[in-house]
């Protein structure tokens, strides 16, 4: 028997050194350690070696519990009182807790001697376990607190078992289906949803609008489908301000804040679908692209405020004025857009822009002043003139380009040779946003001869641009596309450095004083550093600033900004001549002549060409030269190529000249060697 017991004993010993999830020991009746598995060493810390032979409560009881721990071991030896399986919390080597569950037997061994074996649980992980479902349980009450979202679970046959609503869990919906308090087309809305999440994976929303008391609100609905416990979770949430705010926003990006017409987003949206119908039904479509006429001069003269006013004036005349079912859009600025649906033919068309033309010229009321604007319109016509939105308002944006050049006030429709002028206008203006950075650019000089005596006094500074793709590009083309990109404001200081650099140059080998004229556009006046940028250029060339000349053409004094008058009398101040150009090829020239501080004036080349070839332009010659001399000006002829119109200008007593008669424009070498030539 004794040995039969050993050997449980062994086979007991052996099972538990292998297993390191269970805490055991064995103590002797005076509560020494007789058997310290591995899982005690791994939860207190104490090694077999350690352990063994040591008393009971000087390993593992706390000091408070060692006098119980004595008294309960002598009473279960003694009177039987089994020590009872309890949860505990004893400490280990480093007298850190330790929470166990610990259960108690007591066995009597070969020698008649009791022997007290323990069993200890560590419930260090299912305390955390029970911590963090607590803290689980304890978020989803927060979360369901803070949310204004609304939770169902549900059965799947649509059974509410379960609902939440903010800060508060209501029952009123349990034992009920989303059908009893929902509208029939949102009830099943949510039915064909549910039944949608039940047989696939993944979360499923939509949207639905209800009215309630406030008014009409939005809401989503999001369900997902718990497949292990067969019920369905549906969080509603309240959309109403988001849905607000996103119509804002799309109603700004469909409709214009200022004319309320749709924009150009919108308006070539309407522009494809006017497309599609046409296509199916062979009618034609028209894009009208319009620009209202000098609507700068508005803003300059009178202010924003009433530029504002002038285009939603404009605005409603377009909408007035045009037929249901066409569409007027603001593309921006004073640009406008009008698409025309279900045309029979071009004739159509050109009724409508024309009844528009007409109703413009009817002057507008705005804060008590009458103010005339003016439309340049552009036509491209589907299928014509493209079968896309994008190539018929370039076409019919070409067109209206042409519109301008023809006088404005007009209409132009789109051809070929438009396209051709477009893309040569795209790739100028393509290239040129780099021509300065990329060094193309480059000075000429055209030398002013003075008539008496045949010397050079000057010269008039000209920029030539050529280019690796383009080649030369001629002024007449470039120039306006810089001025209209703003692009002229670098290249013409950019010019103004190199012609007064010349200037200095020319004027230290030759040892004389020179002039230089160069050429100032409307948009290089807006520019309010223009002049102290100039100032600092004379300083910095040692030019004196009377050695200077700006030269204007009346299309700068007929913009009639303040800005204009500012800048014309500080270039006054400063000592810089002023000259006019082009002379009598406007309607205003001797008005302007009157009211600025003009030094110089420019007979046009056009008047110069026919004075030998006809009186009127001969007198008219004539006269200017009297005129200007009459007004202490100087008067230069531009454009002069023979000996006979050089000698009677020298009869009508003109000061000076320039032409190919003497030379045409020449880069800055070629005129320092052209000077040595004259004056040799």
């Known amino acids: 028997m004794i040995v039969h017991q050993e050997a449980i004993k062994d086979a007991v010993y052996q099972l538990f050194d292998e297993v390191d999830a269970l805490s055991v020991q064995g103590y002797d009746e005076e509560r020494r350690v007789i058997y310290w598995n591995l899982g005690s060493e791994m939860l207190y810390g104490y090694t077999e070696q350690e352990a063994v032979g040591k008393k009971l409560e000087d390993l593992i009881f706390p000091e408070h519990m060692r006098d119980p721990v004595i008294a309960a071991h002598s009473n279960w030896l003694k009177k039987g009182i089994k020590i009872p399986a309890a949860e505990i919390t004893l400490c280990n080597k480093n007298g850190g807790d330790v929470t166990v569950f610990s259960s108690h037997v007591l066995f009597t061994n070969e020698r008649n001697k009791h022997e007290m074996y323990c069993i200890d649980i560590n419930l260090a992980e299912a305390r955390q376990a029970q911590a963090q479902a607590k803290l689980k349980e304890n978020m989803l009450e927060a979360v369901f607190e803070a949310t204004p979202d609304s939770f169902f679970l549900m059965e799947e046959d649509g059974s509410i078992i379960d609902y939440h609503a903010g800060d508060s869990t209501t029952s009123e919906y349990v034992g009920k289906t989303i059908e009893d308090f929902f509208p029939d087309h949102i009830a099943n809305k949510f039915k064909f949803y549910t ?371 500012d800048a014309l009398n500080e270039i006054h101040k400063l000592g810089i001549k002023l000259s006019m150009d082009d002379f009598g090829t406007g309607y205003s020239s001797l008005n302007y002549l009157r009211q600025y501080s003009f030094d110089i004036l420019k007979i046009d080349r056009s008047f110069i060409k026919g004075i030998t070839l006809n009186k009127a332009d001969f007198d008219l010659v004539k006269a200017t030269i009297a005129m200007a001399h009459s007004l202490d000006l100087l008067v230069v002829a531009e454009g002069v190529e023979t000996h006979e119109q050089f000698t009677l200008l020298d009869t009508l007593g003109c000061d000076l000249i320039q032409g190919y008669y003497f030379s045409k424009p020449l880069p800055a070498k070629k005129l320092l060697d052209f000077q040595v030539a004259q004056s040799d």
């Open 195 to 565: 039944t949608k999440a039940i047989t696939q994976e993944g979360i499923l929303r939509f949207e639905y609008e209800l009215a309630i008391t406030n008014g009409m609100s939005y809401f989503e609905a999001r369900l997902s489908h718990l497949q292990a416990s067969k019920l369905v979770v549906i969080i509603v949430r309240d959309i109403t301000e988001q849905y607000k705010a996103a119509e804002t926003i799309k109603q700004h990006a469909y409709f214009d804040s200022l004319t309320l017409l749709p924009t150009r987003f919108l308006s070539l949206d309407r522009l494809s679908q006017m497309l599609k119908e046409a296509q199916r039904s062979t009618e034609k479509v028209a894009l009208l692209f319009l620009d209202l006429d000098d609507f700068k001069k508005v803003n300059d003269s009178f202010g924003h405020e009433v530029g504002d006013k002038l285009l939603v004036a404009a605005a409603n005349r377009l909408t007035l004025a045009l037929r249901k079912a066409d569409t007027v859009g603001r593309l921006g600025g004073d640009e406008f857009i009008v698409l025309l649906r279900s045309l029979a033919g071009s004739r159509d068309v050109i009724d409508i822009v024309e009844n528009l033309l007409k109703i413009f010229r009817e002057p507008f009321q705005v804060d008590g002043k009458e103010l005339i604007l003016t439309l340049s319109i552009g036509i491209a016509t589907y299928p014509e003139n493209g079968d896309c939105t994008s190539d018929l308002l370039r076409n019919a944006d070409a067109a209206m380009y042409q519109a301008k050049l023809l006088g404005r006030n007009t209409y132009s429709l789109f051809t070929k040779a438009m396209n051709d002028t477009m893309l040569r206008r795209f790739e100028i203006e393509e290239q040129l946003s780099m021509a300065l950075e990329r060094n193309e650019f480059e000075v000429y000089y055209q030398p002013k001869i003075d008539v008496k005596n045949r010397s050079i006094i000057g010269a008039e500074a000209l920029l030539r641009w050529r280019n690796p793709l383009l080649g030369n590009v001629t002024p007449d083309e470039f120039i306006p596309i810089a001025e209209h990109t703003g692009l002229i404001v670098p290249i013409g200081k950019y010019v103004v450095k190199q012609a007064l650099s010349f200037l200095n140059e020319w004027k230290k080998i030759h040892r004389k004083s020179y002039t230089m004229a160069v050429n100032l556009s409307p948009r290089q006046f807006r520019d309010k550093a223009l002049m102290s940028f100039v100032e600092q250029s004379l300083n910095d060339e040692n030019i004196k600033a009377g050695s200077l000349e700006f030269e204007i053409t009346e299309g700068i004094l007929m913009d009639g900004s303040s800005y204009i008058d």
